[in-house]
């Protein structure tokens, strides 16, 4: 795993989460992995379990061109927003791609973890690279 992330895995859950300290829910993970790769992503404060409202916010994202798809992503493509479908119907969690068939993301009751990207398969709704100059 790249240095920049260690001490990381482990940190608890918590909905909302922001703070490495108090705890991360997983929009809040993903803003803490990209600021640690000097890019500062926008923050949503969206209830970690309102997931039509989640599915909503990342398909007008996708419309105004904040994030730009990566099909076969590579590590040379670390890191990359990670789309998940955990409900059947709605976008509603969200990890990082780090290099190495890995995601880092956070669970309700495991806090950040890394998953391999091909355990993750069957969920994963898209990868998506930030367009910085939007």
């Known amino acids: 795993m790249d240095k920049r992330l260690r001490?990381?895995?482990?940190?608890?859950?918590?909905?909302?989460?922001?703070s490495i300290i108090t705890g991360?829910?997983?929009?809040?993970?993903?803003?803490?992995?990209?600021?640690?790769?000097?890019?500062?992503?926008?923050?949503?404060?969206?209830?970690?379990?309102?997931?039509?409202?989640?599915?909503m916010l990342t398909g007008?994202?996708?419309e105004l061109r904040?994030?730009?798809?990566?099909?076969?992503?590579?590590?040379?493509?670390?890191p990359l927003v990670v789309l998940m479908r955990m409900h059947p119907k709605y976008v509603s969690h969200a990890g990082?791609?780090?290099?190495?068939?890995?995601?880092?993301?956070?669970?309700?009751?495991?806090?950040?973890i890394t998953s391999l990207a091909t355990a993750l398969e069957r969920v994963i709704a898209g990868y998506y690279r930030y367009v910085e100059d939007n």
């Open 7 to 18: 001490g990381l895995v482990g940190k608890k859950f918590v909905n909302g989460g922001r």
């Open 60 to 62: 007008e994202a996708a």
């Open 96 to 112: 990082v791609y780090i290099g190495e068939n890995r995601i880092i993301h956070t669970m309700k009751m495991t806090g950040v």
């Open 24 to 55: 991360l829910d997983c929009w809040g993970l993903v803003i803490e992995v990209y600021k640690r790769y000097g890019i500062a992503v926008p923050d949503f404060t969206i209830d970690a379990f309102a997931f039509q409202a989640i599915d």
């Open 66 to 78: 904040v994030w730009e798809e990566v099909y076969a992503p590579e590590n040379k493509d670390a």
